[in-house]
């Protein structure tokens, strides 16, 4: 598993998740991840970052696997400040964070590209919350910044994805390529931001934050409070080991 950070040009920092074969993170890959972000904004260098994935997906969330395999709470509860400290870290970044999607964004995929300033994806991209399935609730916060109320409620209580051609119908979403063209795609918006005055683009990104209609830590910290009580109730054991089940399934019958 690795977070990679590189600079393909000057000015713009890329950073890859990179932990296959899904990228569902585990504790230590949030808590890395949200450095990365951390170390990028602060270096006076860097006017823009990309923040992208190999692999066969975006990101598909929390390892829950992880979680499950361990007693206790340690590993729910390293999970939920990983997370928190990922999505901030890209809210918070000094200047512009483009998400680049391809494939499945789920779950904590979509509280980092919910908190990023721009959303470029493939034509294979889909969007999705599958927190009820898993016995766990958040990341609404930043798939309301993608959808209106109304549909993310919907999705939401379903699990159901929406695709990228949809989102950019609602403005939240700035284009959608080709997988083959994701990259460039999202180095063009890039190189467009990293050719403007950084101190004004920096100044830009603290501006638009502080006007943000949504406290959106706040909010995240609040919905990660009923996934400490649906783990107290036991309800979340058995739909993580529902969800688990129905994964392993799913693949033997693929493979067969």
Not at 19 to 44: I, Q, S
Not at 144 to 169: F, G
Not at 240 to 247: A, K
Request: glycine share 8%.
């Amino acid at each position: 598993m690795a977070i990679v950070s590189t600079e393909p040009e000057p000015g713009i920092v890329t950073v890859t998740i990179d932990c296959p074969p899904v990228n569902a993170l585990p504790v230590k890959g949030w808590f890395d991840l949200a450095a990365h972000l951390r170390a990028a904004g602060e270096n006076p260098a860097t006017r823009v970052v990309v923040l992208r994935a190999e692999n066969r997906g975006f990101c598909a969330g929390v390892d829950i696997k992880e979680i499950e395999n361990y007693s206790g709470y340690d590993h729910l509860i390293g999970a939920n400040k990983g997370c928190a400290a990922a999505f901030s870290a890209v809210y918070d970044c000094e200047v512009p964070v483009i998400a680049a999607v391809h494939g499945f964004c789920l779950g904590g995929g979509i509280g980092l590209v919910g908190n990023a300033d721009v959303v470029v994806a493939s034509d294979d991209a889909t969007f999705g919350v599958p927190e009820v399935d898993r016995g766990a609730l958040g990341a609404a916060t930043h798939l309301s910044r993608l959808v209106p109320q109304h549909l993310m409620r919907t999705l939401y209580y379903t699990a159901r994805r929406i695709d990228a051609t949809t989102l950019q119908h609602f403005g939240s979403v700035y284009d959608v390529v080709p997988r083959a063209e994701l990259d460039e795609a999202a180095l063009r918006v890039a190189r467009d931001i990293a050719a403007k005055d950084t101190r004004v683009i920096r100044a830009a990104k603290e501006a638009l934050n502080g006007i943000d209609i949504q406290p959106v830590h706040r909010s995240y910290r609040f919905e990660q409070g009923f996934t400490f009580e649906l783990n107290l109730s036991g309800a979340a054991d058995d739909a993580r080991r529902t969800s688990l089940e129905n994964n392993f399934r799913t693949r033997g019958s693929q493979e067969s």
